[in-house]
């Protein structure tokens, strides 16, 4: 047997997904890759859109729900994903519902990022200026002795 024929043949159409190289440039924790490529995987790919629950995405990365509700937080504020609740009345009259994740372009994403990176450098900068300033201020007036 060749080593090409050692794997069976798959359609990479049905078993695999995308995980754009650009997640890695994003500074995500390894939890939420793991939650960004659950929804990658889970998602239609026409309107890019699942509904599992926390428990669910728990259940399939090993973590508990509260720490998929972290990792969805930190995914939310990087603007990779979307979430909106749903709802769904059952026929007893209680109320249930997950949220529907719906996961935006990278490109969106990695911009966000660059926006991030650049206030912080202009924050930093500017304090920079501020020292600065106050030590020059104290060269020029140095204190007396008392």
Do not use: W
Not at 8 to 32: C, Q, T, V
Not at 33 to 51: G, H, S
Not at 124 to 141: C, I, P, S, V
């Amino acid at each position: 047997m060749r080593n090409f024929e050692r794997y069976p043949r798959r359609d990479p159409i049905k078993n695999y997904f995308p995980l754009p190289n650009e997640i890695f440039s994003l500074g995500l924790s390894a939890g939420e890759i793991a939650v960004y490529a659950y929804l990658l995987y889970r998602e239609d790919r026409k309107t890019f859109r699942c509904y599992p629950s926390y428990k669910t995405i728990g259940k399939a990365i090993g973590v508990s729900r509260n720490t998929v509700k972290k990792y969805v937080d930190g995914l939310l504020e990087k603007r990779l994903i979307v979430t909106e609740p749903t709802q769904v009345t059952t026929k007893h009259g209680r109320r249930n519902g997950n949220l529907c994740y719906t996961v935006r372009p990278i490109e969106e994403a990695v911009r966000a990022n660059y926006d991030r990176q650049l206030a912080r450098l202009d924050e930093e900068n500017q304090r920079r200026t501020a020292l600065r300033k106050l030590a020059e201020y104290d060269r020029r007036h140095p204190k007396k002795a008392i």
